[in-house]
């Protein structure tokens, strides 16, 4: 099953902390690039953050510093650990699994940050 599952989002003030998983259970987890994007109401997806299957990771310019990819093969779970959290990063945060050799590409149904005192 490729299909990913996001957990760990929810009501954190500005300033604070969170760390979103995404679990998935394809038998070679390992071959997968992974994507972390965003979505606030009224704007458009933004891509976050990527990891790729042989883990470099890239980062947008508004979390580059904050924000952290990270990707456990064994267990089969992504991450994504948000620190000094801003009310602008308030948004649905969707996990994303590809392969293109493979013709796989996989969204999770998201989950819920907001950022607010």
């Known amino acids: 099953q490729v299909q990913p599952v996001e957990s760990g989002g929810g009501l954190v003030q500005p300033g604070g902390s969170l760390r979103l998983s995404c679990a998935a259970s394809p038998r070679i987890f390992g071959i997968y690039h992974i994507d972390w994007s965003r979505q606030a109401p009224g704007n458009q997806s933004e891509l976050v953050a990527t990891?790729?299957?042989?883990?470099?990771?890239t980062y947008a310019d508004s979390v580059r510093g904050r924000f952290k990819i990270s990707r456990d093969d064994r267990k089969k779970m992504a991450y994504l650990q948000m620190n000094t959290l801003k009310p602008e990063d308030t948004a649905v945060y969707y996990c994303r699994l590809y392969y293109p050799p493979y013709g796989v590409d996989s969204w999770g149904k998201g989950t819920l940050v907001t950022v607010s005192s």
């Open positions: 990891i790729t299957n042989g883990g470099r990771t």
